[in-house]
T-cell receptor, first 114, second 114 residues
């Protein structure tokens, strides 16, 4: 069975600083993908970044990067130069090649302080 | 290209009533799914479909029915609403079911059962 764990219910960061949101996972699938989604207060789910289990390099998308440590089964999201608009819920998710579903963590609420 | 659309956006039901949440996508995606989001629990998979005529249960299927008569539509039926089904419901779709396939989400339906 797949499982995603996000241990930080809430995080605070000062504007313009970097922040790391933690995510660990467990799966028996040899091949899988890891995803991060942002959910602002308006409620929609916004895709941020993807990391494949066989990718050699960590994924980056603008100010977002994924610190992927396969041996430790962790896929932490790093947001650089935080902006007030980054305040939102952030969900880590995983999808295995041998599973038909995407599993989500409980989420981390990020608050960016001015 | 509207992406994934859901109707209604808000709904209030009385215990025992039935209703159908509508979901449609115009991206010709084979995979569609329904999630519910409860506070502190992330998104949990209710039902999913890997193509027209094929559906299967997810993590929390009890009390819900689905059908997939066309590639575009994937309605979710609540058979006899209960207060425990008060939640935000998201429909999602993806081109495939492998680890590389990002899911695209609809805007959500906020359901309250009294």
């Amino acid at each position: 069975a797949q499982k995603i764990t996000q241990t930080q219910p809430g995080m605070f960061v000062q504007e313009k600083e970097a922040v790391t949101l933690d995510c660990t996972y467990d799966t028996s699938d040899p091949s899988y993908g890891l995803f991060w989604y942002k959910q602002p207060s308006s409620g929609e789910m916004i895709f941020l970044i993807y990391q494949g289990s066989y990718d050699q390099q960590n994924a980056t998308e603008g100010r977002y990067s994924l610190n992927f440590q396969k041996a430790r089964k962790s896929a932490n999201l790093v947001i650089s130069a935080s902006q007030l608009g980054d305040s939102a819920m952030y969900f880590c998710a995983m999808r295995g090649n041998n599973n038909n579903d995407m599993r989500f963590g409980a989420g981390t609420r990020l608050t960016v302080k001015p | 290209n509207a992406g994934v659309t859901q109707t209604p956006k808000f709904q209030v039901l009385k215990t025992g009533q039935s209703m159908t949440l509508q979901c449609a996508q115009d991206m010709n995606h084979e995979y569609m799914s329904w999630y519910r989001q409860d506070p502190g629990m992330g998104l949990r998979l209710i039902h999913y479909s890997v193509g027209a005529g094929i559906t299967d249960q997810g993590e929390v299927p009890n009390g819900y029915n689905v059908s997939r008569s066309t590639t575009e539509d994937f309605p979710l039926r609540l058979l006899s609403a209960a207060p425990s089904q008060t939640s935000v419901y998201f429909c999602a779709s993806s081109a495939g079911t492998t680890g590389v396939d990002e899911q695209f989400f609809g805007p959500g339906t906020r359901l309250t059962v009294l």
